[in-house]
């Protein structure tokens, strides 16, 4: 079936790193996305991973995707109090397999910076 | 860039009230979706279209309906409004090859 899971909850201080973890069910999607939202905002894509690829890597924005484990993650380098927001990952099943471009997505993950 | 717009950011409407909630992109997409976003339901696939004139239902369609007469405007429709249907709406619309969906700034309909 289609599930997306992450931890709803993530705080850190004004600096460190942060890393969002999510886990997908769906072994062929193709790609994989992460998308931030600001509090009354619509949904900002951040960035997306092809699924033969290991790590993506853009500005403080680190992905990595372990299709073993089905294991998807979003680290913020120097993290800011703007970086405050929800985050979501979210999975696009492939085309043929009933789906025709809805995406799945985890329940987000709120990610508190502390000044 | 790609630019996703909603025709409102807020709209408060009254029970019965026929609703309009309209999404322009203005990147040629074929794709494009109408989503809404509930506190601890998430988000959630009302209708999509993948061709002018073309729709399809997504999980939660009943009690709406859409339009897509132009490529670039898709618009969602409550045709007689009522309180379960507040709630964040969300327009998105889809470029390929990545299927990437790119989101308007939503519009918070409250229904009284």
């Known amino acids: 079936g289609e599930d997306v899971e992450q931890s709803l909850f993530l705080s850190v201080r004004e600096g460190d790193s942060s890393v969002i973890n999510c886990t997908y069910t769906d072994s062929s999607s193709t790609y994989l996305y992460w998308y931030k939202q600001e509090p009354g905002a619509g949904l900002q894509l951040l960035t997306y991973?092809?699924?033969?690829?290991d790590m993506k890597q853009d500005q403080r924005l680190t992905v990595l995707l372990n299709k073993k484990d089905k294991h998807l993650s979003l680290r913020i380098a120097d993290t800011q109090t703007g970086d405050s927001a929800i985050y979501f990952c979210?999975?696009?099943?492939?085309?043929?397999?009933?789906?025709?471009?809805?995406?799945?997505f985890g329940q987000g993950t709120t990610l508190q910076v502390k000044p | 860039d790609v630019k996703v717009t909603q025709s409102s950011r807020y709209l408060v409407k009254r029970t019965g009230e026929k609703v309009f909630l309209e999404c322009v992109q203005d990147m040629d997409h074929e794709n494009m979706f109408w989503y809404r976003q509930d506190p601890g339901l998430g988000l959630r696939l009302i209708y999509f279209s993948y061709d002018v004139k073309m729709k399809e239902k997504g999980d939660i369609p009943e009690g709406y309906s859409v339009s897509r007469e132009k490529k670039e405007r898709f618009s969602l429709i409550l045709e007689s409004a009522s309180t379960n249907q507040t709630s964040m709406y969300l327009c998105a619309s889809m470029d390929r090859p990545t299927d990437t969906q790119y989101f308007g700034p939503g519009t918070r309909l409250t229904v009284l």
């Open positions: 991973i092809f699924s033969n690829m």
């Open positions: 979210a999975e696009i099943p492939p085309y043929g397999s009933g789906n025709t471009g809805k995406l799945i």
